[in-house]
């Protein structure tokens, strides 16, 4: 079984970076792929940026050349780098992985952005 622990958000200014992290640990053979997800209470989740196993990425226009996607290999974890944040970028975001074909989900990081 693995476990995704997310950390990183928290309060930050409009302009302002914030790095998320997506930490797994378990039983871990192959990495086959990852992503972020972000949700607006009342909303649907929305998805932000993906990461093939492949290593490469995709991104939501929302985000597209504010925010980057990438992995240490080393430590089994995810990272999301997100720059010059907006009020709109406030909300729980969740990574999700793949790993060894099973779906994992993190527990969720609020993200809020004042203005």
């Known amino acids: 079984q693995v476990q995704l622990v997310e950390s990183g958000g928290g309060l930050v200014q409009a302009g302002g970076s914030l790095k998320l992290s997506c930490a797994a640990s378990g039983s871990i053979f192959r990495f086959n792929g990852a992503a972020w997800y972000r949700q607006v209470p009342g909303k649907q989740r929305e998805w932000v940026a993906r990461?093939?196993?492949?290593?490469?990425?995709y991104y939501a226009n929302s985000v597209k050349g504010r925010s980057t996607i990438s992995r240490d290999t080393t430590n089994n974890t995810v990272y999301l780098q997100m720059t010059s944040l907006k009020p709109e970028d406030t909300a729980v975001y969740y990574c999700?992985?793949?790993?060894?074909?099973?779906?994992?989900w993190g527990q969720g990081t609020q993200v809020t952005v004042s203005s």
């Open positions: 990461m093939l196993s492949s290593s490469s990425t």
């Open positions: 999700n992985s793949v790993y060894d074909s099973r779906d994992y």
